[in-house]
Each structure stands twice: as structure tokens, then as C-alpha cells.
């Protein structure tokens, strides 16, 4: 079975600095990894995927993350936060079978300060 | 940009009534899910449903829990009988490739 971290379930930051996000993973097989957006009563938005190939990968809104295998781990990182960003961030994984069904981390309340 | 769609996005009910929740994938995918979330916690996977029977189901995906595809368009999910802690935002997916689209949610009060 796999599961899902996400270390800090609340996260402040200034307009204009890094924004990191951790995500860590435990799974027996090789994993897909995603992270989701998701803004008040709103549904889950994907922000990028990690499946195979290029362990950096890039996303919507400026977003990157990058699968380090030896650290079972996905963090997701912006540049520079800007307002819009503030919302809640769901990593999941998912396996390769054919169902491919999502585990979600708990999620972490992403808040950007002026 | 086909999207999923779910209707109602509120739902009330007393408890111990039925409530089936709809979703509409988009048109040509062939792997439909339904997650919930209850207020504060995680989205949790409920059930998959490919060429019209359930693939995979979690441990809450009891026998209150019952999922059709009525037509070449909708996908639904009944709950029986609910209870007070089925209050939660359910949310449908459907999936194309490794990929999985998710609708708006339908948030269901139990009273």
C-alpha cells in the first residue's frame, strides 16, 4: 500500500519569496506523483505530474517539483509566491496498476502575506 | 475544455434517506472515480469503476455505497441509507491516461 506526507499542514509566506511545499511518499513500487490545487469550494486542479523520464518537472502557474527517488520525496517549489497562490496543496501518488486510483497527503494550507 | 461536471453541488438530507450523486465524466474517457472529503481532512479514494463494474473500492465503500453508469453519460453514486458522518464533499474523476480530472464536488449535509 502507499501513502502520502506532507510535512506542515499550514504554510505563510511573503509576496515574492520561495515557496516550498514537502511532500513525502512511501510506496513498494515505482510511483506516479502529483500535486493538486485546490482554491475555496472549488474542485482539485492538477498542477503537475511526475510518472517517468525527467525527475524535474514543471507545472502551471510557474510550479515545479522534482522526484528524488533516495529520498522517497516530492517537494513542490515556486520562485517567487504571489497572491493567487494562496490556496490548500494535495500531494498524491498513485501505482501503475489499471484502477491507478489516488492517496492523498492531508494537505497544506498554502497562505501568501503582502 | 470538456470538463467533469456533478450535480447537485449541495445537497441536504435527513438521515437514513437515499441520495444519488451525479457526474458527468468527459465524453471519452473509460475510468471514472468517486472520492470524498470530509470538511477538514483528506480526500479519500471511495471507488474506480471501468467498462461498467467497479475495478477497485476502499474500505469505506461499504454495502450503504452503490455506484452505476445509467447511460453512455452518467455516473452515479447512491448511499442507501446515510448517516451523520457521511457529511462531506463528494468528488468524481475521470481519468485519461495517467491523468485524472476531477469535477467541482457535490457537498452533502446529513441532518
Sequence with gaps: AQSVTQLGSHVSVSEGALVLLRCNYSSSVPPYLFWYVQYPNQGLQLLLKYTTGATLVKGINGFEAEFKKSETSFHLTKPSAHMSDAAEYFCAVSLSGSARQLTFGSGTQLTVLP | ?111
Design chain 2, 1 to 111: 475544455e470538456p470538463e467533469v461536471t456533478q450535480t447537485p453541488s449541495h445537497q441536504v438530507t435527513q438521515m437514513g434517506q437515499e441520495v444519488i450523486l451525479r457526474c458527468v465524466p468527459i465524453s471519452n474517457h473509460l475510468y471514472f472515480y468517486w472520492y470524498r472529503q470530509i470538511l477538514g481532512q483528506k480526500v479519500e479514494f471511495l471507488v474506480s469503476f471501468y467498462n461498467n463494474e467497479i475495478s477497485e473500492k476502499s474500505e469505506i465503500f461499504d454495502d450503504q455505497f452503490s455506484v452505476e453508469r445509467p447511460d453512455g453519460s452518467n455516473f452515479t453514486l447512491k448511499i442507501r441509507s446515510t448517516k451523520l458522518e457521511d457529511s462531506a464533499m463528494y468528488f468524481c474523476a475521470s481519468r485519461e491516461a495517467n491523468e485524472q480530472f476531477f469535477g467541482p464536488g457535490t457537498r452533502l449535509t446529513v441532518l
